[in-house]
């Protein structure tokens, strides 16, 4: 069973801490996504499992063996960067037979199970084509047909679909997760792209300054984000700051510094407690007529802008604050620079935290 | 387990790698750096005699005054190292141009158990100042030798006529010259040398990269191809053809033009000769990393070529220029070959001494001929090491701080200077100065063959020497790839960078040290630990200062060489030996090529490291100086053309398979 478990890991680069006390289990067959900013130690962690960098500190175990003195070549994962580093001077069927080739097995077991995996991803007609002569699907494919090819049961992605375009990305990311299931391979995969993490993953670990800071399946990621962080990392959101000053029948009330209230989500926070409360832009509504009930807040629409499927709106409500709301274009028409609106906010969907430890501007930054 | 498989496991366990790593640094240290810098020690070990020999000023010599006209005289001298003979009239003033003495008289230097000539009866000596060293002889150590001059002068007036008396009595004066002010002499010339050859190449050189790289034209294939010309001769060679092309040759006259007997002059023409290419190269290579975008956008804002190339472009130069400045000057610091071979075709006389001027490495090149001078050696040696040295980091400091005045613009002028005739005129400058400069000069060797008086070739030992410079050439390019390769990896993949990092300065380091200090300093070391055999010394000597050329080169392209590719064929299960073979090798194989051909031909061209190591080597650069030496020009040429066969196909071939490969 290739499970992966990781205790108690650390690694420090001089005075950097890239990875700091991480434990982690993969189970086997799963599809994992690391997801974080820049810096977070993504690629470091992939790193110090497939054997590239020693850690200072902890221990890493593969299959219910310990793996920290292993070299690369023996620990049975295949670790892909951008392009799945196909080697750019070897054809399709070089590629593919290059695990057996590296461990001397004779030729003709190679020649059986090269075949043999070519043909699992239809590539065998290709065999004599070089990574360059091969679409991204194909090359992809490859990849995969050379990992398996080598025994490895575990993949280490490293960002594979960042130097694709968008189009092909979006369609790419489907067959891969496609493929690592059907041939039943553990994958671990990196990526900074959320929406590529929430599309892909049966689960997500958010790393930030080499922690986790939480994991969970991209449902829970997005629904129940463990900080104000996560909650405007997977999807923006706009974001209150206040006291707690009360219980309302199913959640709970924020007082904001100059006197306006919100009705919030539920929390285990005492009353009087500081808070910060949060909702997602897609989820902030936006109304014609002018409204005066919970949540409701007069404002102006000062910026309209179009992105694409979404157009984002930056509001400035009449109490001084500033959100963003995210609408369909397809009904974006609906309203324009200058408007006069009412601005609501599902008390379900403002969801509760405590005030971050370095305040929440620092929170939010993404380095 | 395959045999092949179960190597490849031992070679490739952590311990093999170490220990591999391991000798590779140990081989660097000991057969390049330390041999290199080791001269320096000397100042440490031996500085009484660098004290004594060069900075004591010796006890004034007697000058010893002969009347040139009264007959046999016999003048002889017991004395130091360098006799100076001034010769002047009864004021005391120095006989100049434009008048001209006939000396017919011999200087020869009389021991045990040989007579050396120096100057021969009927020489036709120029007036001014000459050093002729007095040798040690290992059979004969005191300072004891004994000059002999005999006189009998006749003299010609400006316009060349004999005259049968002149006004008073001449005199010849024989002194001491002090080490000190031979030394302070030759480097002063070296400098300043270099630094008129570095400018004249960045001014011709900078039209000529912009047109390479700029522009579009028919030809622009071949004219690429041209400017490496000069690159395929060997120096020794490239200074005789030059020398033959421009200067006065006392010894065959008329052979070439005979504009020039100036030493000064003609050995600025011919550095630039080997220089200019690598100015070129430089700037063309940063040129062409420079996004013409700039200089799109630059133009499109209103600023007239000259403006966008001042303001725009010169700025970003600055790596490019810095790697020029630094490869011309260290080259024209460094050549020895070419610059003998030059001097000596000025020179009426058969004496390797009496050079009408002296530059560092050939000082060292003369002292270590004659034998003995070690402490002259040592600090000439230790001089140029440190001072370049020293320019490598100063030149790099004082381009990288400079600031163009880029503030102020001339947009008339500027406009003005960017159109019509000016730009081309530019251009028909620069091919007119590659053409009449570059080209003519290097290849008049050939004319010189086809259209000379033949004279009979050595053969035997020409192929006796040419046996000799390849078994060399071979054995320093085998040893360059089996450790230079290893050192390049280390140098890019290194885990610990602070080794790389020290790796990657101190590799550079014989690259700059001219090649004559660093063949002084270099035997020097080894003689340190009795080692004299003379072929392991050229040996080692052509290995340290080819050495960075592999090196550099693999550095070069395993830089362009994704690491992540090596990383994921380890996790596909190759052991790093696996991956070198596989993975690394076919991206570098044809850098490791290009390396080693420019290690075979640098070695097969070199002459000062080859001279400073053993007094008496027998390589072809060094057959041919020494042919050029006693005026046997026509064998020295075809001598000189074979070489230079040798040398292009070798070249030629290389493009072709580089070229190949990139296809």
Redesign the interface.
Known sequence: MPEIIIRNLKKVFGDLVAIDSLDLTVKDGEYLTILGPTGAGKTTLL?LI???EKQTSGSIHIDGKCVDEL?????M??????TY?L???MNAWQNTI???I???WDSEKVDIIGREMLEMVHLYDRKDALPHELSGGMQQRNALA??LC???RIL?L?EPLRALDARLRLDLRHELKKLVKDMGMTAIHVTHDQEEALTISDRIIMLRDGKIIQSGTPQEMFNKPASPFIHHFIGEANFMEGTLTGKTGTGSRLTGESGRTYDIAATNLEVGAKAVAGIKTEFTIMEKEAKDGVNDFPGTVERKLFLGRFTDFEIALDNGHVVHARLPSSIAHKFDEGDKINVHFDPERLLVFPVPEKGLKAELEMM | MSLAKRIESVLSRKGTVKAWYGIVILFFLVMVIIPTLFVLSYAITDWNNIQSDIFTTPPEPTPQLIILESGNTKLAFHTYDIIDITIYNQLGVVIDSPGTVRLNYTVFENTDDSVKTYFSKGDELPSGNYNIPILANSTHNEINHVGTVTQNVTMRDASGNYLDSWEGPLYLRAGSARPMDLIWDAMKVSFVIATIVTIIDFIAGLPMAWLMVRKNFRGKKYLDTLIDMPLAIPTAALGFSTALFWAVTPKIPGAGLGLTSSPFILIILLHIVFSYPYMVRSLAAILHEIDINYEVAAQTLGAPPLTVARTITLPLFRAGLVTGIILCFSRSLSETGGTVAALAMLTPWLSDMAYPMQTGPTLIGAWKHAGGFEPQLAFTAMLLVLISLALLVVVKIVIMKFKLPLRKVMPGPERLLSKGAVPKLKDALAMIFMVLVLLIPSFFIFSFVFTGEPAPVDWGTFWLSMGFSFLVAGVITLLNILFGVPLAILIVRGKNKMLSNILDVLVNMPLIVPTAALGVSLGMFWNSMSIEMALFLVISAHLAFTFPLVVRNVAGALEELDPTYEETARTLGAKPMFVFKKIMYPSIKFSILAGAIMAFTRSLGETGATLAVVKDANTVPVYIVGLVKVGSYYPAALACIVLIAITFITMMVMRYITRKAER
């Open positions: 790193r497939a054997g590239l070299p690369p070549e023996d620990r994962v295949t670790f892909l960067s951008q580093s080697f750019p001077h290059f695990g057996p590296a461990r001397g050379r990992a080598a025994d490895a280490l490293d």
